[in-house]
């Protein structure tokens, strides 16, 4: 080493000891030099505007009006002397009748389904049930790309104490009716834009018994071939206000994802494990995009990364849609209580019980809103996702070669490149790619490669992980 460069190195030593311990280090590794980090997209106006509609009002408009139904139960369906007003069937013709009215203020953008079936006697449904989805599609405005489909849903059927009370007083407001919130106020703030791929807005019912509407929606999709390429499952985002709870956090919404997928083999499942490909789920992967959207959108509020399907001893209808593989997560609020969930309403021992109205934030929810309408018109506007990546193992070598399909419908398509080293959460640093193949000079044995194709706008597709595989040239 020349005089020089020991003088640079011994000055960097001690400029290092000086700011112990905010030491910078200078990087050296393959993966810390190569690329740039990953830094967020810059905002599309159009989605910005989009986002800026959706109100706390609004969201307290839904939530109020649902509350006002005194029991959504799924079993109230086939209760014949409920008072005018009362019960989920009230409930399921508000929310279509909100859904066209929403149509009406876009000029009919939106088309309104109502999905009726009877689910036979089961676990919590003791007799025929008639349970009713409802839904709006707002159709991709791309010829080409309408057939890919992005899907925000929540649940309006509620409960008590007993879930088999058809009658009882079972407000639902946060559990779930700030989730239809979120649904709703999506398909009303992204009615105003023309994404290229097609949303649906969902509100199911039956998730109280058994997640029963959501697995009718999801093996109808299936049954259809929808091609949905991620779901949004919004369940109890009412950000809970309790006096005296110090520790809710009203700048972070939970993002629950499940790492190996629910229908993946046991095959497929070691082999998951020997790649390192455990925590790169298509669900994790969507995950991943949310939060990368909300650094975006989100004006410092956060998706937090929850790297596990549920939380304990609860379940949610994102699993109905993973059942059927389709890549789906929940949106939760940070801190639940378990007095306002799930109760009938009452005051006992001066504890006040019960899913009551009072206890939801509404601009939390509408904070929740906004990254979902994000990530829906993001995804959605992005090009597709990379077809088929693959990683390129001919060889031992210490460079990676990628190589992925072009695609005819996507001419000039560009694409990134992203890596991260195997114990981090997210993405860290990318090459920017023009056309289907590029060799990057990091060891593929280090770090986690993926693909996503991105525009000009800052949309920026689902990552795909590459399988390794022999070149096809
Ligand atoms: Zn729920």
């Known amino acids: 080493m ?79 002397d409920l008072p005018p007003g009362q019960g989920i069937n009230a409930a399921a013709d508000w929310i279509e009748a909100e859904f066209k009215r929403y149509s009406a203020e876009c000029g009919g953008c939106l088309e309104v389904k109502r999905d009726t079936y009877t689910a036979e006697p089961q676990n919590r449904i003791p007799k025929p049930t008639p349970i009713t989805n409802v839904y709006a599609i707002l159709r991709g405005s791309s010829p080409a790309q309408a057939k890919r489909m992005y899907l925000v849903t929540g649940h309006y059927d509620s409960r008590n104490s007993d879930t088999l009370d058809a009658r009882g007083e079972a407000p639902g407001a946060n559990d779930d009716a700030s989730g239809v919130a979120v649904s709703l106020a999506c ?48 369940d109890i985002v009412g950000g809970n206000t309790t006096p005296g709870d110090e520790l809710q956090d009203k700048s972070v919404v939970r993002v629950f994802s499940e790492g190996i997928p629910a229908i993946a083999t046991a095959e497929q499942a070691r082999r998951a494990d020997s790649l390192g490909y455990s925590s790169d789920s298509p669900s994790r992967e969507l995950a991943r995009a949310v939060a990368d959207v909300g ?50 309403p009452r005051t006992e021992n001066g504890v006040e019980y019960g899913d009551l109205l009072k206890f939801v934030d509404f601009g939390y929810v509408a904070q929740v809103a906004r990254i979902n309408a994000a990530a829906l018109a993001v995804l959605a506007s992005a090009p597709p996702p990379p077809k088929h990546p693959r990683l390129i193992t001919t060889t031992l070598d210490n460079n990676t070669t990628l190589e992925w399909d072009a695609d005819a419908s996507q001419p000039g398509a560009q694409y990134e490149v992203l890596w991260r080293e195997l114990t981090a959460p997210q993405w860290q640093r990318f090459v920017a790619v023009t056309g289907t193949r590029v060799v990057v000079p990091v060891s593929k044995d280090n770090v986690i490669f993926s693909v996503r194709s991105v525009d000009a706008s800052g949309h920026r597709s689902l990552m795909v992980v590459p399988e390794p595989q022999l070149p096809q040239r």
Do not use: M
């Open 2 to 80: 020349k005089r020089e460069s020991w003088l640079g190195a011994g000055l960097a030593l001690f400029a290092c000891v000086i700011q112990q311990p905010a030491c910078a280090v200078t990087p050296t590794r393959d993966f810390e030099v190569a690329g740039a980090p990953v830094g967020h997209a810059k905002p599309d106006a159009a989605i910005a505007k989009a986002l800026a509609t959706i109100s706390a009002t609004e969201i307290e408009h839904t939530i109020r009006s649902l509350v006002a139904f005194h029991t959504r139960n799924t079993l109230s369906s086939i209760e014949k």
């Open 187 to 234: 398909a009303r703030a992204l009615s105003r834009l023309k994404p290229a791929a097609t949303l649906v807005f969902v509100a199911v019912a039956g998730e109280e018994q058994n997640l029963n509407g959501s697995r009718h929606l999801a093996q109808l999709a299936k049954s259809q071939g929808w091609q949905l390429e991620g779901v949004l499952d919004n």
């Open 295 to 344: 650094a975006t959108y989100g004006g410092g509020f956060r998706p937090v990364l929850e790297f596990r399907r549920d939380r304990f001893l609860r379940g949610g209808d994102h699993s109905s849609f993973n059942e059927e593989g389709f890549a789906a997560v929940r949106f939760t609020e940070w801190r639940e209580d378990y007095n306002h969930q799930h109760q009938n």
